[in-house]
């Protein structure tokens, strides 16, 4: 038997909750309409589960869940969230609760969270592994910083809810990784994912991209064609870029997650949509809002939980690693001898600043591959300007703050990089961002912000 509290100040939801839950022979109850009862209760008693309401008038839901934590550590807490108080639960989340239900829901949707949180603890586990279950749920994402395993922690704990997700980061740090892992883990898993660059299609076509059409919507329109929203219904649909959807676009993407139904283009009828959003951004969208670019409510419908992935030259414990599995993928795709890299390379690697971030770095490891003739790759292998990213730290760096001075390191490199680049390349932009492993976007975005002048081979 489970042992399963219960919490809520509203004696009819508590009598809700008490019909439902019944109906399970292998729940032990206890329900407490005293919400001060309950954080006393909390530090004496062990619970399997305790479920609380986030807002009540004596005690809030956050002081049974602090208690909780501080005497029984293991325990998961459920939150029962209101509207207007979506935001505390994620910040309760992230204090520790397993997991939030949004007010109304289904006994159906209760007992799949109930369900979920008690599995958590499964008896007689070790902890190492513990560690290997958390590493198996990670597929595909080289890691050992301490930053990342964060980041993978937090996906852990929020994929199985429904909570729409933004992830944010510079260009080329995985954030589509990310949202593949998000989708991995949750209810919605055997269900479809469908990710959409919204920076790639043109503004014409997204909205019947998004959509979808009826025959005879506009010309060429020969036959109905649902959209990727369909495609991805009780799945995860990914928006990366968001930040380049027109505002006409934004306003009914804006309706979509508020009334969770769409309309093909041309079309009368109204479809219903049940998908999870994952969105992604390289770009500041609080300034992009500022400016006028991005509307506000549609941030904050997306953005009900943010996850930001720190750039490469600030998680340096997962650069060699990373370069190790680039280096071993390209060995067995070629069906050669392994390679290493000498400690030259890897103190190099480790001190080069990536500013296209895990990209870059799985690119130069595939050109230094091809370049390198020997088992052990040497600083002669590597392409330039990695190779000559020796130099030591200008006196002039050492009187002020590391702040400033790292950024002015980063902005001189990045300006004879991409001056570098863009002169071989003969202004091809096309050509420097494959090579380079940066996106177009970027190259353009550090153009404009460092006045570099270029031959315009290729805008």
């Known amino acids: 038997m489970k042992k399963i509290l219960v919490v809520d100040d509203e004696i009819e939801m508590l009598n809700s909750l008490e019909k439902i839950l019944s109906q399970r022979e292998d729940f032990d109850l206890f329900f407490l309409e005293n919400s001060f009862a309950a954080r006393e209760l909390v530090q004496t ?3 399997d589960l305790i479920i609380t309401d986030l807002k009540m008038k004596e005690v809030q839901g956050t002081e049974i869940l602090k208690q909780t934590i501080l005497k029984y550590p293991g325990t998961p807490v459920v939150m029962i969230s209101g509207y207007g108080t979506i935001e505390a639960s994620v910040e309760a989340m992230r204090k520790g609760a397993f997991d939030f239900i949004e007010k109304p829901f289904t006994s159906k949707k209760l007992f799949e969270c109930i369900d979920r949180a008690l599995q958590t603890k499964a008896p007689g586990k070790t902890e190492s592994a513990d560690k290997d279950d958390f590493k198996k749920s990670f597929p595909g994402v080289i890691y050992k910083s301490n930053a990342m395993k964060q980041v993978l922690q937090m996906i852990e704990k929020i994929a199985p809810s429904n909570m729409n997700v933004l992830v944010t980061g510079e260009s080329g740090t995985g954030k589509e990784l990310v949202a593949r892992a998000i989708h991995r883990l949750s209810r919605s898993k055997g269900d479809p994912f469908v990710p959409v660059n919204c920076g790639a299609l043109p503004e014409n076509l997204f909205e019947s991209e998004l959509f979808g059409y009826e025959r005879g919507a506009f010309t060429g329109a020969l036959k109905t064609k649902p959209g990727l929203l369909e495609f991805a219904n009780q799945g995860t649909f990914f928006l990366d ?7 006409s676009l ?8 508020e009334e969770k139904k769409i309309r093909r283009v041309g079309g009368q009828n109204e479809i219903d949509i049940d998908v999870r959003i994952i969105s992604a951004s390289n770009r500041d969208l609080n300034k992009a809002i500022e400016d006028k670019l991005f509307r506000e409510d549609l941030f904050y419908r997306l953005s009900t939980l943010t996850i930001e992935l720190p750039p490469l030259r600030s ?17 067995r795709k070629e069906d050669v001898t392994g390679r290493i890299f000498s400690p030259e390379v890897e103190e190099l690697l480790i001190s080069y600043p990536w500013p296209g971030n895990v990209r870059e770095l799985q690119n130069v490891i595939g050109r230094t591959f091809y370049l390198c003739s020997d088992r052990v790759i040497q600083v002669k292998d590597l392409p ?16 002020i703050s590391y702040k400033e001075a790292k950024s002015q390191v980063l902005e001189n490199f990045e300006v004879e990089y991409l001056t570098y680049h863009l002169k071989k390349n003969e202004g091809n932009i096309s050509r420097t961002a494959e090579l380079c492993g940066i996106d177009r976007r970027t190259i353009h975005r550090l153009i404009n912000e460092y006045n570099i002048l270029y031959k315009d081979g290729d805008k």
């Open 315 to 331: 998680r340096q414990d997962d650069i060699i690693p990373l370069a190790n599995h680039f280096i071993d993928e390209i060995c």
């Open 250 to 257: 934004q306003v009914k993407l804006l309706r979509m997650l």
């Open 241 to 247: 870029e968001v930040s380049e959807i027109s505002q």
């Open 384 to 399: 330039l300007p990695i190779s000559n990213a020796v130099n030591k730290i200008d006196s002039k760096f050492l009187d």
């Open 45 to 47: 008693k062990k619970f």
